[in-house]
């Protein structure tokens, strides 16, 4: 093994990889770097729940069930909200962000700190978009390994979603009598 050929192979890539990523940003901070962290962490995460899925001999549907599509949607829609904008989740979110002002009924708005290890955490959490993606991971995996029990939880957000939207009706048709 040459321990100094690995090395000069090891800057080269480095250096190639700085380029790519400032030609890449042109001019803007976009942490490429904590994405690639994002994107193996993320591939680890999944591959995780699949080999937990197989070890339990778990096997995969032929096809989705539209009812299982229609809830997992909601309750992803749900629980991503509740992580990425709830004022009673902001703990979770305060290492790696920064509070700005409310948004929206008992939602926050939150920006990531720009220290480049918690910039890519804190764009995961206030981004339901990008929380989306590890949700439905996770109520899938869920869905395979324990399915009452997360058919369940995912009931309870789809109801709470429900709950929600009714809420807004609500203010919505109380402020349209008090005009």
Partial sequence: MNTAADHRLARRLHGLLQRTGRQYAA???????GYLAAMAGFTAYTTAWATAARLR??????RP????????????FRLSRLLTKASVTSPLRAPFTRYVAPQGPAELHEEARPEDAKHTVGELATCPFCMSVWVVCTLTAGQLLWPRATRTAMGALAALAGADTLQLAYSTLEKTADE
């Fill in 27 to 33: 001019g803007h901070d976009r942490p490429l770097g």
């Fill in 57 to 62: 001999g778990r096997p995969l549907p032929d």
């Fill in 65 to 76: 069930e539209p009812w299982d599509l229609v809830l997992t949607s909601v309750a992803t």
